[in-house]
């Protein structure tokens, strides 16, 4: 099936640990995001990448690492220096670089125990 | 920096009524596209509508539609006959360019 692959769903994570968010697409879109969501708030965004190699910080960049070696991945790794890591973490893809729609997958739930 | 503003926290109307969620946003584009996104329980996001800022005639999908005021930079999700799986939190967005930036949401509860 074609679609925006996040894993795993749920998430825990000690205080101190570095923990890796994995996003995959098979849409072919060039454009990748990852988004922060907050209880009862809208989306903010941490990082993005238009093309392999390349990548931006959004708003919210601190403490957050990504990568794009792939076309098809674009991992978030949220470092023990994120001093406030429990989210709703939502990974995006868009087909270029202007005017369209983001597509995204469902989800991973982070919870700092 | 462009800001999309949702000024209604939350909102609710009685099933098969007529509700409007509002949506402002800030930018000194002129091309530029504006989306609604629903995001219910399973928290899944949705495009519901989307508008192209040099078309002039709103946009319409089934029983939503939007009022898209250029000049005064609004853009207002109108969902008629509601119905019980209306119920979520709406999102309205901007995209000029690199990304999509979103409002802080408006939760619609849908009455029986």
């Known amino acids: 099936d074609g679609g925006i692959t996040q894993s795993p769903k749920y998430l825990f994570r000690k205080e101190g640990q570095n923990v890796t968010l994995s996003c995959e697409q098979n849409?072919?879109?060039?454009?990748m995001y990852w988004y922060r969501q907050d209880p009862g708030q809208g989306l903010r965004l941490i990082y993005y990448s238009q093309i392999v190699n390349d990548f931006q910080k959004g708003d919210i960049a601190e403490g957050y690492s990504v990568s794009r070696e792939k076309k098809e991945s674009f991992p978030l790794t949220v470092t023990s220096a994120q001093k406030n890591p429990t989210a709703f973490y939502l990974c995006?893809?868009?087909?270029?670089?202007?005017?369209?729609?983001?597509?995204f997958g469902q989800g991973t739930r982070l919870t700092v125990v | 920096a462009q800001t999309v503003t949702q000024s209604q926290p939350e909102m609710s109307v009685q099933e098969a009524e007529t509700v409007t969620l509002s949506c402002t946003y800030d930018?000194?584009?002129?091309?530029?596209?504006l989306f609604w996104y629903k995001q219910p329980p399973s928290r899944q996001m949705i495009l519901v509508i989307r508008?192209?800022?040099?078309?002039?005639q709103n946009a319409t999908e089934n029983r939503f539609s939007v009022n898209f005021q250029k000049a005064a930079k609004s853009f207002s999700l109108k969902i008629s006959d509601s119905q019980l799986g209306d119920t979520a939190m709406y999102f309205c967005?901007?995209?000029?360019?690199?990304?999509?930036?979103f409002g802080g949401g408006t939760r619609l509860m849908v009455k029986p």
């Open positions: 995006a893809t868009s087909p270029g670089r202007m005017n369209t729609e983001a597509f």
């Open positions: 930018t000194s584009e002129n091309n530029y596209y």
């Open positions: 508008q192209e800022a040099y078309k002039q």
């Open positions: 849409l072919n879109h060039d454009a």
């Open positions: 967005a901007y995209n000029a360019g690199n990304m999509l930036t």
